[in-house]
C-alpha cells in the first residue's frame, strides 16, 4: 500500500544522477499526487471563474466548491461549522491575521504573550512587530536538555502571573525537531487565566490526526502545501464566537455586504476575512486534497498505522548512524515523540559539507 501511494506522486520517476528521486524535504514543502494537478487542471479547463461577484454558470459552480471546500476542511478539523475556517494563503497569513486582528484588539501594555523557543519566524516576528507598537510583554517558554517544551516552566508563569497572560501560541509539531508538543495540556493551562489558545498546526496535521474541539484550542493555522496540497493554500480555524467580534484583517470587495460614503456593513462569516479574490484553484484543491489524504489514511489502516510507518523510518535512519561517533543527534532519540524530522550535528563539518558524509553512511536497507 506504501508503495501503492508512493506511484501517485508523478515527480518520484524523475532521475537525479540517474537514480531514483530521494525527497527529504517535506518539512519546508510536500511534493504533489496526481489527483492534486489533475483537479487543478480541472479548475481552468472546466469552471475558471471569479467567485461571489457573478451570477453565470462557471461562476456559481466556482462558488459552489469554494464554500464546499471551506466545509471539508471544518469536517477534516472536527470544527463545528464552515463559518470557523478562513482560507489564507499559507500559515504565515493565518498568524499574522490573529495578530493583527485579536492582538490588536486585546492586547495592552502590560499584558504578557507566551510563545516557545521552538517557534518558526511567523509565529514570533508578527508580535514582535506588535509588541513595539503596544508594548506587552513576550515570554518564551524554554526548551530543555531533551529538546522538548519545558512544561513546568509555563506552569509556574501561569501561576505568578494569571490573567497578564493574554495569549498563548504555540507550535504543534517542530518542523526542525519534530516534537510533538502537549498542545492539549498547554491549552488547559491557557484557559485557566483566560488566555486566548492559538495552535500552529502545519507540520502535524500530514502526520497526526488534528481535531480542533479534542485540543480544545481558540485557533489554529496550517498551510496546505504542507500536506499535499497547492502552495497558496492555508486555513485558519477560529471559534465562532470570537472570530465574530474580530475587526477586519483587509478590506476590499466581498468582505462587506454594502459600502457607501458613510460606511460599510461587514459580510457574514467567513466571508468578512476572505478580502478580494482569493487563489481560487488553490482553496478548492485543498479542500480535494484533504479528502485524498484522509482516504489515503484509511487505506493504511488510520493513523496509527501511519505513524508506525514513519516510525520504522525512522529507526532505520537511526540505525543506520549507530556506532558513528560524529554523529551527534539534538535531544534524546526517541521515536516515540518524534514525528518526520531528524536534527542532528556532524562534528568538524559545516552545514555544506554534511551532505556527502551522510550520503556515504545512511546504508540501502532504511525501509522504503
Request: with cysteine; glycine share 8%; charged share 25%.
Amino acid at each position: 500500500m506504501h508503495n501503492n501511494i508512493r506511484d501517485q506522486f508523478p515527480i518520484f520517476k524523475t532521475k537525479v544522477n540517474g537514480k531514483s528521486l530521494v525527497y527529504l524535504d517535506n518539512a519546508a514543502t510536500t511534493q504533489k499526487p496526481q489527483f492534486v494537478l489533475d483537479a487543478i487542471n480541472e479548475y481552468y479547463t472546466k469552471y475558471n471563474a471569479n467567485i461571489h461577484r457573478s451570477s453565470h454558470v462557471l461562476a456559481k459552480e466556482a462558488t459552489e466548491r469554494w464554500k464546499e471546500a471551506h466545509q471539508i476542511v471544518a469536517d477534516f478539523l472536527n470544527a463545528d461549522s464552515y463559518k470557523e475556517i478562513v482560507f489564507t494563503r499559507n500559515t504565515t497569513e493565518g498568524l499574522n491575521l490573529l495578530v493583527n486582528t485579536y492582538g490588536k484588539q486585546n492586547l495592552s501594555k502590560g499584558d504578557i504573550v507566551i510563545i516557545s523557543e521552538m517557534e518558526h519566524h511567523s509565529n514570533i516576528v508578527p508580535w514582535q512587530i506588535l509588541q513595539k507598537e503596544i508594548g506587552f510583554e513576550i515570554k518564551y517558554i524554554p526548551v530543555n536538555e531533551n529538546f522538548d517544551l519545558d512544561i513546568d516552566w509555563l506552569r509556574n508563569e501561569i501561576q505568578k502571573e494569571g490573567e497578564r497572560i493574554k495569549v498563548v501560541s504555540v507550535v504543534h509539531i517542530s518542523n526542525v525537531l519534530g516534537t510533538l508538543n502537549p498542545a492539549k495540556e498547554i491549552a488547559e493551562l491557557a484557559h485557566r487565566v483566560g488566555a486566548f489558545m492559538i495552535i500552529d498546526a502545519a507540520q502535524s496535521i500530514p502526520h497526526i490526526k488534528v481535531d480542533v474541539k479534542e485540543l480544545d484550542c481558540d485557533a489554529l493555522v496550517f498551510s496546505g502545501h504542507k500536506v499535499y496540497g497547492p502552495t497558496g493554500s492555508g486555513v485558519l480555524f477560529c471559534k465562532e464566537n470570537i472570530l465574530e467580534k474580530l475587526p477586519p484583517y483587509m478590506g476590499g470587495g466581498e468582505m462587506i455586504l454594502r459600502v457607501s460614503k458613510d460606511g460599510f456593513e461587514m459580510n457574514e462569516l467567513p466571508w468578512r476575512f476572505e478580502a478580494g479574490t482569493p487563489n481560487i484553484e488553490s482553496g478548492i484543491v485543498l479542500g480535494e486534497t484533504l479528502k485524498w489524504f484522509s482516504k489515503a489514511v484509511e487505506e493504511m489502516g488510520g493513523y496509527e498505522k501511519l505513524i508506525d510507518h514513519e516510525r520504522n523510518l525512522m529507526t532505520g535512519v537511526i540505525d543506520s548512524f549507530d556506532g558513528i561517533d560524529w554523529f551527534k543527534p539534538f535531544g534524546k532519540i526517541e521515536t516515540n515523540n518524534r514525528y518526520g524530522a531528524l536534527t542532528f550535528n556532524i562534528d568538524g563539518f559545516s552545514f555544506k559539507g554534511c551532505k556527502e558524509k551522510v550520503r556515504a553512511t545512511v546504508t540501502s536497507e532504511i525501509p522504503s
